[in-house]
T-cell receptor, first 115, second 113 residues
Framework: EAEVAQSPRYKITEKSQAVAFWCDPI?????LYWYRQILGQGPELLVQ????????DSQLPKDRFSAERLKGVDSTLKIQPAELGDSAMYLC?????????????FGPGTRLTVL | QQQVKQSPQSLIVQKGGISIINCAYE??????FPWYQQFPGKGPALLIA?????SEKKEGRFTISFNKSAKQFSLHIMDSQPGDSATYFC????????????FGDGTTLTVKP
């Protein structure tokens, strides 16, 4: 069964350091999402890609966060510099284009701890 | 402003009982209402979803009830089992624009054997 892959699964870093997360969506899924999930809360969308284009990054803290999906397949989310408040689970999800399906498939997430 | 409010925050049910989780939304442009199930250490997985043109959808032991006028929808888990113990999230998305999904804060369900 096809799955969304994410790495690393866990990341511990010190504040002011740079961190990067990688996501490989299900083959053929044109839409890719990055979510942040703080403990005890639901996922919050950070950025949404349609192929290689950003279609929604309204909640992305652009002063420290960046995301790219250069070839419209895998994607990287970067935080520089990391802050204590960035400790959370970072989830990647993918889906077919909205006109074909609403279902989002989530990866296992990257648990980030900022010390 | 939270657009999707979920309750209760936690729920304990005996095996064989009915689990009910409720959500309320504000944006009348929402046109897709999924429920996700999340186990510890895993990403959320789609459980069941409904569109506002129907009032109920059932898949096995899981049923969504939808009340468009009240802007509320709920998840019912019949014959709850210990394996259903997980965190459940409701969500809502709109066909306008990119179709961004907004999630509730989750309900932690514990089914006691």
């Amino acid at each position: 069964e096809a799955e969304v892959a994410q790495s690393p699964r866990y990341k511990i870093t010190e504040k002011s350091q740079a961190v990067a997360f990688w996501c490989d969506p299900i083959s053929g899924h044109a839409t890719l999402y990055w979510y942040r999930q703080i403990l005890g809360q639901g996922p919050e969308l950070l950025v949404q890609f349609q192929d290689e284009s950003v279609v929604d990054d309204s909640q992305l803290p652009k002063d420290r966060f960046s995301a790219e999906r250069l070839k419209g397949v895998d994607s990287t989310l970067k935080i520089q510099p990391a802050e204590l408040g960035d400790s959370a689970m970072y989830l990647c999800a993918s889906s077919l284009p909205r006109g074909r399906s609403h279902e989002q498939f989530f990866g296992p997430g990257t648990r980030l701890t900022v010390l | 402003q939270q657009q999707v409010k979920q309750s209760p925050q936690s729920l304990i049910v005996q095996k064989g009982g009915i689990s009910i989780i409720n959500c309320a939304y504000e944006n009348t442009a929402f046109d897709y209402f999924p429920w996700y199930q999340q186990f510890p250490g895993k990403g959320p997985a789609l459980l069941i979803a409904i569109r506002p043109d129907v009032s109920e959808k059932k898949e096995g032991r899981f049923t969504i009830s939808f009340n468009k006028s009240a802007k509320q929808f709920s998840l019912h888990i019949m014959d709850s089992q210990p394996g259903d113990s997980a965190t459940y999230f409701c969500a809502a998305s709109s066909g306008v624009g990119a179709g961004k999904s907004t999630f509730g804060d989750g309900t932690t369900l514990t089914v006691k054997p």
